[in-house]
């Protein structure tokens, strides 16, 4: 079992410019979470997505969007990027339910200058 | 409004001695929380998990406790390792599936 794998690991974009980070979650989860991690913080909830639809959302701007394909995969889609968009974005991945554990994958590091 | 709070946020301890993390939450109502562990720059490692009916969990020389009522929960590491050295962050979950964590206590295992 490959765990909770996201791409790419590190990425580096111009302020203005768009950003599409992709996770594959955990096998046999249905449900992928994505958070995003500035440096010194604890993990900051931005989207969940289940059955290819955005169930919950966190306090993110439209700027942040996101897609479940049918294979559970996801995407989180950041447009004109800030520079304080700068961070580690972790994808966790876990199934339906009111108290599942969840799985992280490592993160994708964006940096935005 | 729902927060959760670590202290301290960094400690340091000599190699072997037995150590306990704080995370405390605003509101009782908690379906869950879990430990995690975060080394630099990487993603995180589930620890332990404890559903709201429980009291603790245990894995190997790591105990998580459970107290709904005052809104606490503890992380016990029996004779640290340098190893252990990372970053412990408390998440709790909520709502559904919408989990708010901590900032994290960072562990320094001193050898």
């Known amino acids: 079992d490959a765990g909770v794998t996201q791409s790419p690991t590190h990425l580096i974009k111009t302020r203005g410019q768009q950003v599409t980070l992709r996770c594959s979650p955990k096998?046999?989860?249905?449900?992928v979470s994505w958070y995003q991690q500035a440096l010194g913080q604890g993990p900051q909830f931005i989207f969940q997505y289940y059955e290819e639809e955005e169930r919950q959302r966190g306090n993110f701007p439209d700027r942040f969007s996101g897609h479940q394909f049918p294979n559970y995969s996801s995407e989180l889609n950041v447009n004109a990027l800030l520079l304080g968009d700068s961070a580690l974005y972790l994808c966790?991945?876990?199934?339906?339910?009111?108290?599942?554990?969840?799985?992280f994958g490592q993160g994708t590091r964006l940096t935005v200058v | 409004k729902q927060e959760v709070t670590q202290i301290p946020a960094a400690l340091s301890v000599p190699e072997g001695e037995n150590l306990v993390l704080n995370c405390s939450f605003t509101?009782?109502?908690?379906?869950?929380l879990q430990w995690f562990r975060q080394d630099p720059g990487k993603g995180l490692t589930s620890l332990l998990l404890?559903?709201?009916?429980?009291r603790e969990q245990t894995s190997g020389r790591l105990n998580a406790s459970l107290d709904k009522s005052s809104g606490r929960s503890t992380l016990y590491i029996a004779a640290s390792q340098p190893g252990d050295s990372a970053t412990y962050l408390c998440?709790?979950?909520?709502?559904?599936?919408?989990?708010?964590f901590g900032i994290g206590t960072k562990l320094q295992v001193i050898p």
């Open positions: 998440a709790v979950l909520w709502g559904y599936q919408k989990v708010t």
């Open positions: 509101d009782s109502a908690i379906y869950n």
């Open positions: 966790a991945s876990s199934l339906m339910g009111a108290s599942t554990e969840a799985f």
């Open positions: 096998s046999g989860h249905d449900t």
């Open positions: 404890i559903q709201s009916s429980q």
